[in-house]
């Protein structure tokens, strides 16, 4: 059995538009918050966001929000037989 293609979308100039406005609002960012951390928890965090390619600040943010939409994953943790 076959499976039906889609139809195509023409990408005209307003569709574009509506495709940017919208990928504009899921993104943005228009809160601010001040909050303390252990300095060994920022190192640790800027560590990682360097490692990973993008500001700290980026990586603290995209932390929140998987937490918040409940799709943050817990790592499986490895007890030592020591």
Not at 17 to 42: E, F, H, P, V, Y
Not at 60 to 70: A, M, P, Q
């Amino acid at each position: 059995m076959e499976r039906q293609q889609p139809e195509e979308q023409q990408l005209t100039p307003g569709v574009i538009q509506t495709l940017r406005g919208a990928a504009r609002a899921t993104g943005q960012k228009d809160q601010r918050i001040n909050m303390r951390l252990s300095g060994g928890d920022l190192q640790a965090i800027r560590t990682r966001a360097l490692q990973e390619g993008f500001p700290y600040q980026t990586l603290i943010s995209s932390g929140l929000h998987k937490y918040v939409s409940g799709n943050l994953q817990e790592q499986p943790t490895i007890k030592s037989a020591f």
